[in-house]
């Protein structure tokens, strides 16, 4: 099993502030990492595919990056619609899917 | 687009079926999974079923009390479960395949499940 390890758990920041999300994978998965974006009470959102690839409708602000076993998802200048908890998802080795444990970005 | 249904309160060792019901897109042609959240965790996967419905896969936490089936001449996919136990209590997902296998690109809204006594 492929486990991911996301840091920091929590983020605190301003909004307009830079946010560096980081997804460290137990064996190397190629660039098949997902970034999704949780707010309270609602589904996930897909951001981030296969490393790099902006899902449909994500602001530009949002990118993402690595391969191998490190990955980073980067918010160039934080909204306050940002602010939410962000999981990393692997799909190369599968079953089972896993996922990482969550970055919350909350409010300085 | 995915509605679930289904989700409630059930006793420890009895059986629940959940339901997500799709439209807006071609429905038999996409896998399709379940994810679940326990209350203040984070996401886990549950199980997923291709689009004929000739493969089903399960996470081990699982396996061998749930299944998955879908009818795609109804647009729908089930989550069938039985054995539940506290640890099964989590707000239900079900998600569509984006094509790529294994990444989800739409969402139901979840149906909450809690087993207890």
């Known amino acids: 099993e492929v486990v991911l390890t996301q840091s920091p758990a929590t983020l605190s920041l301003s909004p307009g502030e830079r946010a560096t999300l980081s997804c460290r994978a137990s064996q190397s998965i190629s660039r098949f990492l997902a970034w999704y974006q949780q707010k309270p009470g609602q589904a996930p959102r897909l951001l981030i595919y296969d490393a790099s690839e902006r899902a449909a409708d994500i602001p530009a602000r949002f990118s993402g990056s690595g391969s191998g076993t490190e990955f980073t998802l980067t918010i160039t200048s934080l909204e306050p619609e940002d602010f939410a908890v962000y999981y990393c998802?692997?799909?190369?080795?599968?079953?089972?899917?896993?996922f990482g444990g969550g970055t919350k970005v909350e409010i300085k | 687009h995915l509605l679930e249904s289904g989700g409630g309160l059930v006793q420890p060792g009895g059986s629940l079926t959940l339901s997500c019901g799709a439209s807006g897109f071609t429905f038999s042609q996409d896998a399709m999974t379940w994810v679940r959240q326990a209350p203040g965790q984070g996401l886990e996967w549950v199980s997923s079923?291709?689009?004929?419905?000739?493969?089903?896969y399960y996470a081990d936490s699982v396996k061998g009390r749930f299944t998955i089936s879908r009818d795609n001449f109804k647009n729908t996919f089930y989550l069938h479960m039985t054995s539940l136990s506290a640890e099964d209590t989590a707000i239900y997902y079900c998600?569509?395949?984006?094509?790529?296998?294994?990444?989800?690109?739409?969402w139901g809204q979840g149906t909450l499940v809690t087993v207890s006594s």
């Open positions: 998802q692997q799909r190369t080795y599968w079953p089972p899917l896993t």
């Open positions: 079923i291709s689009a004929t419905g000739g493969s089903t």
């Open positions: 998600a569509k395949d984006s094509g790529r296998w294994g990444d989800f690109d739409y």
